[in-house]
């Protein structure tokens, strides 16, 4: 079956960075949209950068535009997130989605931790 899992988040200062990697099993990878997700307690959850299938296609939220960097690698079934710059608004469990390219109901990692905070 589908399965995403996350990693890489954790507690950093503000102004560090953070990679967070998704790795993905159980389904053909390279046929799939990819996109990072963030949710706090008070907040819903809200999109912050896909990439397409083949890596050509990317969308970032305007809060994390040239700070955050999404990227793939077909080979090794793996998205990342890097994220710069961060701020203490950036904290939040990040999610990883998965959608095949033709549409379909999302698969959901269960998520990382991201801590900004000095």
């Known amino acids: 079956q589908v399965q995403l899992v996350e990693s890489g988040g954790g507690l950093v200062q503000p102004g560090g960075s953070l990679r967070l990697s998704c790795a993905a099993s159980g389904f053909t990878f390279r046929l799939y949209d990819m996109s990072w997700y963030r949710q706090t307690p008070t907040k819903e959850r809200e999109l912050v950068a896909s990439?397409?299938?083949?890596?050509?296609?990317?969308n970032y939220a305007d809060s994390v535009k040239g700070r955050f960097t999404i990227s793939r690698d077909n080979a090794e079934n793996t998205v990342y997130l890097q994220m710069n710059s961060l701020k203490p608004e950036d904290t939040a469990v990040y999610y990883c989605?998965?959608?095949?390219?033709?549409?379909?109901?999302?698969?959901w990692g269960k998520g990382t931790l991201v801590t900004v905070s000095s």
């Open positions: 990439i397409g299938s083949t890596g050509g296609i990317t």
């Open positions: 989605k998965a959608v095949a390219r033709w549409g379909g109901m999302a698969s």
